[in-house]
């Protein structure tokens, strides 16, 4: 039915019945996001709204210095080396991808002249090509002009696995050739519905050849202009210290009317989120905070009569628990956790259930995220086309206890259920982080009063997080019953953030556990949906077969999403920053200003 | 003495190469993974990190490791930073003289407060400007600069507003200006580290005068009518800085450490930031130059302190 409706509906906008904003918020009704919304419109043939953002300044420069802070500084300044935000969002400051996302999911052109629609003929039928156009007379910083030669050399360079490009993984399935000196296109090896991957945001930044093509594969780590960025971007770079500090001064020939606002850009790093929340919040030192990881209350304290306030920006990332399918206390052929084992408690689909019912949402919440999260029943968030309505949470210590009645867990005389003589005890582990901890203290209650002995465990995050193979700690071997992270959605698609869950993605010593399926979960209805999704050209169609994926999921309780985050931000009253919780921070800098009277 | 000062240096040799062979193994032992980010990244694919590990030799074993750090290390080569993809000693450089200025500061500050304090204290043993001092200086030692720190910041940036809680590298303005600059943005982190190191140098003061006052060639110095400004200036405090000097030759390096705290506290770009960043991301490069800097540290100024010795209190002979 919402196919058939949706149609229609694209129809309406594209002869103009209805207005696309008017779509939109039509499909937010239905349980879409706003990025997935304009993405239909564009897989439909409807071009993308060139949102404009808000923009006030009428010249270029004399808004002064823009002072960011960020708790951790950029460690360097190539966006194809960077990891982690930190180092995206420096390099963001001078180098530039042909478009990025903006807060409702549309593409907003950088360095592109358009955006592709099949209106314009970007967009191939069979979406097996892209044709982006570059915007003419575009310069880098030395004064070279940007041409579609710069955008092969920077498919080239991240291609080449001995540069050891962290956008190898975007680069590295596509074809792109020259059309002429303003365009290319993109070749992609099967229909890829998600086209606006390579040379768009984080990743999509473009280098110059004339300055990188001596220091391409090998020799990547030689080249001085990894230290020395010159890109398009509206600032200028000035001075880089690693960890501590990025500087950079005014474009005057950057490529946008009256942009940049800014006379002078400065990323300061280092020290934590709290007091970089009051140097912006409470002294207002600075202008603008990154990722303010602190709880609710500390920020909404600052935020009384102080200088500045919090932002938030609502993209995809998720909090939730894992459940292990497998085994961790029995190792087979020198492996804990292994394929070959089941876990002795939890593939009980019932005790899975009634963990979930144990999870007090709402209270994690109220005592821990307060405006930072959202309470969610489902592992995709967003963009809005992409979430379930389908699916529910709830707590209820009784329907648990129910449950594990059902399934055979009899209650002991010491208040710890078990069956066949086995004691109804799990291990929950996560990385040491404050609100994890808290959460796990929450879990643990509740899971107390249905008879489920939970034992607590804490990694710090270093190990947690590592791809160490030597060490039994990590979140990838998962030699524990439950563990809990988060999962950042890095693009407006559900492909990457939903396949790690392919049966063939599991965790296994054979691939280092280098697979991103760490439950161990198999479930052929949830592969052959993915699969299907990643060659659907019909958005509308996509959409629904990656909410099935994410309902299969949700109905065998293979996680239990916890909260949905938001990105909390710190920003002085005067500030105007452009946020969007599809890209990273600084990716539309050039558009931030600062309201006269502030 | 030239040949005393090159003996120490020979000893030396074998020391650090010792302390970096444990420095080495510690850390490649110890757990996580400079790459680990990358491997959290569903949009990285595990081939990059495999070529990284490659490129910077991660796979081989230690005493290949090992061996190779040390012919670099020979040759001056610091090593390569697996995070920041740059030579460490830039790195290291960059910071350096930010650590130098501050804990230099608060060095001087210290022994500023410390010397007077001490010395006018022994000299009245159990007075009322005795005992505060001493209270003082037990509530100096007793507040870890983490504690001290954000009170400061509390006090003086939040509430009063006067100073800037933030380290920036880069001050405004030239000249005077500038210098201003300068100096208002280290008032905090010098207060807070070099009152800490002050009140413990005071104590020592303390007592080591009272040690040296007591003693027959004092009282002989007073029998001979010398004034009392001159007896403890010449020839009481003279001796008494012999165990000072210890003290604070064998601090620095514990300077350099305390000072890692402080250098989080208000972001001041200087070496042990860098240490604590680079723990973090486990860039194992970084944190092996860094430590050694600062064995080498130990080691130098252990040398110094001998030297000193020796100017101090010529009975110290060197053989």
């Given at each position: 039915?919402?196919?058939?409706?949706?149609?229609?509906?694209?129809?309406?906008?594209?002869?103009?019945?209805?207005?696309?904003?008017?779509?939109?918020?039509?499909?937010?009704?239905?349980?879409?996001?706003?990025?997935?919304?304009?993405?239909?419109?564009?897989?439909?043939?409807?071009?993308?709204?060139?949102?404009?953002?808000?923009?006030?300044?009428?010249?270029?420069?004399?808004?002064?210095?823009?002072?960011?802070?960020?708790?951790?500084?950029?460690?360097?300044?190539?966006?194809?080396?960077?990891?982690?935000?930190?180092?995206?969002?420096?390099?963001?400051?001078?180098?530039?991808?042909?478009?990025?996302?903006?807060?409702?999911?549309?593409?907003?052109?950088?360095?592109?002249?358009?955006?592709?629609?099949?209106?314009?003929?970007?967009?191939?039928?069979?979406?097996?090509?892209?044709?982006?156009?570059?915007?003419?007379?575009?310069?880098?910083?030395?004064?070279?002009?940007?041409?579609?030669?710069?955008?092969?050399?920077?498919?080239?360079?991240?291609?080449?696995?001995?540069?050891?490009?962290?956008?190898?993984?975007?680069?590295?399935?596509?074809?792109?050739?020259?059309?002429?000196?303003?365009?290319?296109?993109?070749?992609?090896?099967?229909?890829?519905?998600?086209?606006?991957?390579?040379?768009?945001?984080?990743?999509?930044?473009?280098?110059?050849?004339?300055?990188?093509?001596?220091?391409?594969?090998?020799?990547?780590?030689?080249?001085?202009?990894?230290?020395?960025?010159?890109?398009?971007?509206?600032?200028?770079?000035?001075?880089?210290?690693?960890?501590?500090?990025?500087?950079?001064?005014?474009?005057?020939?950057?490529?946008?009317?009256?942009?940049?606002?800014?006379?002078?850009?400065?990323?300061?790093?280092?020290?934590?989120?709290?007091?970089?929340?009051?140097?912006?919040?409470?002294?207002?030192?600075?202008?603008?905070?990154?990722?303010?990881?602190?709880?609710?209350?500390?920020?909404?304290?600052?935020?009384?009569?102080?200088?500045?306030?919090?932002?938030?920006?609502?993209?995809?990332?998720?909090?939730?628990?894992?459940?292990?399918?497998?085994?961790?206390?029995?190792?087979?052929?020198?492996?804990?956790?292994?394929?070959?084992?089941?876990?002795?408690?939890?593939?009980?689909?019932?005790?899975?259930?009634?963990?979930?019912?144990?999870?007090?949402?709402?209270?994690?919440?109220?005592?821990?995220?307060?405006?930072?999260?959202?309470?969610?029943?489902?592992?995709?968030?967003?963009?809005?086309?992409?979430?379930?309505?389908?699916?529910?949470?709830?707590?209820?210590?009784?329907?648990?206890?129910?449950?594990?009645?059902?399934?055979?867990?009899?209650?002991?005389?010491?208040?710890?259920?078990?069956?066949?003589?086995?004691?109804?005890?799990?291990?929950?582990?996560?990385?040491?982080?404050?609100?994890?901890?808290?959460?796990?203290?929450?879990?643990?209650?509740?899971?107390?009063?249905?008879?489920?002995?939970?034992?607590?465990?804490?990694?710090?995050?270093?190990?947690?997080?590592?791809?160490?193979?030597?060490?039994?700690?990590?979140?990838?071997?998962?030699?524990?019953?439950?563990?809990?992270?988060?999962?950042?959605?890095?693009?407006?698609?559900?492909?990457?953030?939903?396949?790690?869950?392919?049966?063939?993605?599991?965790?296994?010593?054979?691939?280092?556990?280098?697979?991103?399926?760490?439950?161990?979960?198999?479930?052929?209805?949830?592969?052959?949906?993915?699969?299907?999704?990643?060659?659907?050209?019909?958005?509308?169609?996509?959409?629904?077969?990656?909410?099935?994926?994410?309902?299969?999921?949700?109905?065998?309780?293979?996680?239990?999403?916890?909260?949905?985050?938001?990105?909390?931000?710190?920003?002085?009253?005067?500030?105007?920053?452009?946020?969007?919780?599809?890209?990273?921070?600084?990716?539309?800098?050039?558009?931030?200003?600062?309201?006269?009277?502030? | 003495?030239?040949?005393?000062?090159?003996?120490?240096?020979?000893?030396?040799?074998?020391?650090?190469?010792?302390?970096?062979?444990?420095?080495?193994?510690?850390?490649?032992?110890?757990?996580?993974?400079?790459?680990?980010?990358?491997?959290?990244?569903?949009?990285?694919?595990?081939?990059?990190?495999?070529?990284?590990?490659?490129?910077?030799?991660?796979?081989?074993?230690?005493?290949?490791?090992?061996?190779?750090?040390?012919?670099?290390?020979?040759?001056?080569?610091?090593?390569?930073?697996?995070?920041?993809?740059?030579?460490?000693?830039?790195?290291?450089?960059?910071?350096?003289?930010?650590?130098?200025?501050?804990?230099?500061?608060?060095?001087?500050?210290?022994?500023?407060?410390a010397i007077?304090?001490g010395v006018?204290a022994a000299t009245?043993?159990?007075?009322?400007?005795?005992?505060?001092?001493?209270?003082?200086?037990?509530?100096?030692?007793?507040?870890?600069?983490?504690?001290?720190?954000?009170?400061?910041?509390?006090?003086?940036?939040?509430?009063?507003?006067?100073?800037?809680?933030?380290?920036?590298?880069?001050?405004?303005?030239?000249?005077?200006?500038?210098?201003?600059?300068?100096?208002?943005?280290?008032?905090?982190?010098?207060?807070?580290?070099?009152?800490?190191?002050?009140?413990s140098m005071t104590r020592f003061v303390r007592s080591a005068m009272l040690d040296v006052i007591r003693l027959?060639?004092?009282?002989?110095?007073?029998?001979?009518?010398?004034?009392?400004?001159?007896?403890?200036?010449?020839?009481a405090m003279r001796n008494a800085m012999i165990p000072v000097v210890t003290l604070i030759?064998?601090?620095?390096?514990?300077?350099?450490?305390?000072?890692?705290?402080?250098?989080?506290?208000?972001?001041?770009?200087?070496?042990?930031?860098?240490?604590?960043?680079?723990?973090?991301?486990?860039?194992?490069?970084?944190?092996?130059?860094?430590?050694?800097?600062?064995?080498?540290?130990?080691?130098?100024?252990?040398?110094?302190?001998?030297?000193?010795?020796?100017?101090l209190?010529?009975?110290?002979?060197?053989?």
């Amino acid at each position: 039915m919402l196919d058939t409706e949706l149609r229609t509906m694209i129809d309406e906008v594209k002869d103009g019945r209805m207005d696309r904003r008017g779509f939109v918020q039509r499909m937010l009704a239905f349980g879409l996001t706003a990025p997935m919304a304009t993405q239909l419109l564009a897989i439909g043939g409807v071009a993308m709204a060139q949102s404009p953002a808000p923009y006030k300044p009428t010249k270029r420069g004399g808004g002064g210095p823009l002072k960011l802070l960020w708790w951790q500084g950029a460690t360097l300044l190539n966006p194809h080396f960077a990891t982690g935000t930190k180092d995206q969002d420096g390099s963001r400051l001078f180098y530039e991808p042909l478009a990025s996302w903006d807060g409702d999911g549309n593409l907003n052109p950088i360095l592109a002249a358009e955006i592709p629609s099949i209106k314009n003929g970007g967009l191939a039928a069979d979406a097996k090509s892209v044709t982006w156009k570059i915007k003419p007379g575009v310069k880098w910083h030395d004064g070279k002009p940007l041409t579609a030669d710069d955008l092969v050399f920077t498919w080239e360079y991240s291609n080449d696995p001995a540069t050891a490009a962290v956008s190898k993984g975007v680069y590295g399935d596509i074809k792109v050739e020259k059309v002429d000196d303003l365009t290319v296109r993109v070749l992609f090896k099967a229909p890829t519905p998600f086209w606006a991957n390579a040379f768009v945001g984080a990743y999509g930044c473009i280098l110059p050849k004339h300055l990188f093509a001596e220091y391409k594969g090998a020799k990547s780590r030689e080249a001085p202009n990894n230290l020395k960025p010159i890109g398009t971007g509206p600032y200028k770079f000035v001075e880089f210290k690693p960890g501590d500090v990025v500087r950079g001064e005014i474009n005057m020939d950057y490529h946008m009317p009256n942009r940049p606002h800014f006379d002078t850009v400065e990323m300061k790093g280092g020290g934590d989120a709290v007091s970089a929340a009051r140097a912006v919040i409470q002294t207002g030192e600075y202008d603008f905070a990154w990722n303010m990881q602190v709880e609710d209350e500390v920020l909404l304290r600052l935020e009384k009569g102080g200088k500045g306030k919090t932002s938030y920006a609502v993209g995809g990332d998720i909090e939730f628990i894992m459940i292990n399918f497998t085994d961790p206390n029995t190792e087979v052929d020198g492996e804990r956790s292994s394929m070959k084992t089941k876990h002795p408690i939890l593939s009980d689909a019932k005790v899975r259930k009634a963990l979930s019912l144990l999870v007090d949402r709402e209270a994690v919440q109220k005592v821990i995220y307060g405006r930072a999260g959202r309470i969610t029943a489902n592992y995709l968030n967003g963009p809005a086309q992409y979430v379930s309505k389908n699916t529910s949470w709830e707590f209820s210590i009784e329907k648990a206890n129910k449950l594990l009645d059902e399934a055979g867990w009899k209650l002991g005389a010491d208040g710890v259920r078990e069956k066949d003589g086995k004691k109804l005890k799990l291990v929950y582990q996560t990385s040491i982080n404050g609100p994890r901890q808290k959460t796990q203290a929450i879990v643990k209650q509740a899971c107390q009063k249905a008879g489920i002995d939970v034992e607590l465990k804490s990694v710090v995050a270093s190990v947690f997080f590592s791809s160490d193979v030597a060490n039994p700690d990590t979140y990838s071997k998962f030699y524990a019953d439950l563990e809990m992270f988060q999962i950042p959605m890095t693009q407006p698609d559900p492909a990457l953030h939903m396949r790690r869950y392919l049966s063939k993605n599991v965790a296994t010593k054979e691939n280092k556990w280098q697979g991103q399926n760490f439950p161990r979960w198999v479930n052929k209805e949830f592969d052959a949906a993915i699969e299907q999704a990643e060659g659907e050209i019909d958005p509308i169609k996509r959409a629904s077969l990656y909410i099935k994926a994410n309902d299969i999921m949700w109905q065998d309780t293979m996680v239990i999403p916890v909260m949905h985050r938001l990105k909390v931000e710190a920003t002085s009253n005067s500030l105007r920053p452009v946020l969007s919780g599809w890209s990273n921070e600084t990716d539309n800098i050039q558009d931030w200003y600062r309201e006269a009277t502030g | 003495m030239g040949q005393y000062v090159l003996r120490r240096l020979l000893i030396a040799v074998p020391s650090l190469l010792g302390i970096s062979l444990v420095l080495f193994i510690v850390l490649a032992l110890a757990p996580g993974d400079p790459f680990s980010e990358l491997a959290t990244n569903p949009n990285v694919p595990p081939e990059v990190g495999a070529a990284l590990r490659a490129k910077f030799g991660l796979d081989d074993p230690i005493y290949i490791r090992y061996l190779r750090w040390l012919a670099a290390m020979a040759q001056g080569d610091w090593g390569f930073s697996f995070v920041s993809r740059m030579n460490v000693d830039t790195l290291i450089l960059q910071r350096l003289p930010t650590t130098l200025y501050v804990i230099g500061s608060a060095q001087i500050l210290a022994l500023l407060v410390a010397i007077p304090v001490g010395v006018f204290a022994a000299t009245r043993p159990y007075s009322i400007f005795d005992q505060i001092a001493n209270t003082l200086a037990f509530i100096g030692f007793s507040l870890p600069t983490f504690f001290t720190g954000l009170l400061f910041i509390l006090i003086f940036s939040v509430t009063l507003d006067w100073l800037p809680f933030v380290y920036s590298t880069d001050v405004k303005g030239t000249g005077i200006s500038w210098l201003f600059g300068q100096i208002r943005q280290a008032i905090m982190p010098v207060m807070v580290l070099g009152l800490f190191q002050g009140a413990s140098m005071t104590r020592f003061v303390r007592s080591a005068m009272l040690d040296v006052i007591r003693l027959d060639y004092v009282t002989t110095a007073r029998a001979k009518g010398l004034g009392q400004a001159r007896v403890i200036v010449k020839h009481a405090m003279r001796n008494a800085m012999i165990p000072v000097v210890t003290l604070i030759a064998l601090q620095m390096p514990a300077i350099f450490g305390g000072a890692i705290v402080t250098e989080q506290i208000f972001r001041i770009p200087g070496i042990g930031s860098l240490l604590i960043s680079s723990i973090l991301s486990n860039d194992t490069p970084v944190i092996m130059a860094v430590t050694f800097v600062f064995a080498c540290l130990v080691v130098f100024f252990n040398l110094i302190a001998d030297v000193l010795y020796g100017w101090l209190d010529p009975r110290i002979s060197f053989r």
